[in-house]
């Protein structure tokens, strides 16, 4: 009977370390911030935000002009582990691709946008910069949306990048969060303003039209935030 209690014991300990360890995972405590341009303005309305919640710790980390396409410019598969390893995120929050359809070098090879091998390499990417973030291993990872474009160009180019997103996304045990619902009234077509709940707009892109405003990036910080807790965004 004592090796029945003894071991109902353990078994009780397990169960609770592994309730234990799904709480912290559930609630973000170390949440990392990274991405180009498109994030720049953006992490600073995250940080903001998540200053208020005491328990959180942020470090946010981003870069004009690059992406994972130019990773001879800048790497930033290496940033992302040195962030990883000297960080150790919880959460990870990730916001680039805007640069991204442009040649890439492949050793000594030049793969160029339309190329089949383009999108096979683009995607390999992808799906190790989400690994290294610690997808699957506990670490929740929100890969942000591109937004929709005003540009034919811009626009087919973000549609690309955020297919090969979400499909590595689904892949990697990654959350796609999709932000058109936030930074457009209707998901699918620009529009530089939303309608507010009292019914006045709200300008939430840039005049580049590509880039957020710091309204618009506030916006987007309450939801990404809501999503993380769970709660419902204030209108």
């Not at 130019?70 to 680039?96: C, S, Y």
């Amino acid at each position: 009977m004592s090796k029945l209690l003894a071991a109902l014991c353990a078994a009780l300990a397990a169960w609770v370390a592994t309730g234990l360890t799904a709480g912290a995972q559930a609630t973000p405590q170390r949440v990392l911030i990274v991405g180009d341009s498109m994030m720049q303005i953006p992490a600073h309305s995250l940080e903001l935000a998540l200053s208020r919640k005491p328990e959180v710790q942020t470090k946010a980390f981003t870069r004009i002009g690059s992406g994972l396409a130019r990773l001879d410019v800048f790497d930033w598969l290496a940033q992302m582990r040195t962030l990883v390893d000297e960080f150790k995120p919880d959460t990870a929050l990730v916001f680039l691709g805007a640069n991204d359809h442009q040649a890439m070098k492949t050793g000594d090879t030049v793969i160029q946008p339309g190329e089949p091998a383009w999108e096979v390499e683009y995607a390999r990417r992808v799906g190790e910069a989400m690994d290294i973030l610690g997808a699957g291993k506990g670490t929740r990872v929100l890969w942000l949306q591109l937004p929709d474009m005003k540009e034919d160009k811009n626009r087919e180019d973000a549609d690309l990048m955020n297919r090969i997103f979400a499909a590595e996304a689904a892949k990697h045990g990654v959350t796609f969060f999709e932000t058109r619902p936030v930074l457009s009234r209707t998901p699918g077509k620009f529009a530089p303003y939303v309608i507010q709940a009292n019914g006045m707009p709200l300008r939430v892109r840039s005049s580049d039209n590509i880039h957020l405003s710091r309204e618009g990036a506030d916006l987007l910080a309450v939801a990404v935030i809501a999503s993380l807790w769970k709660e419902t965004p204030n209108p």
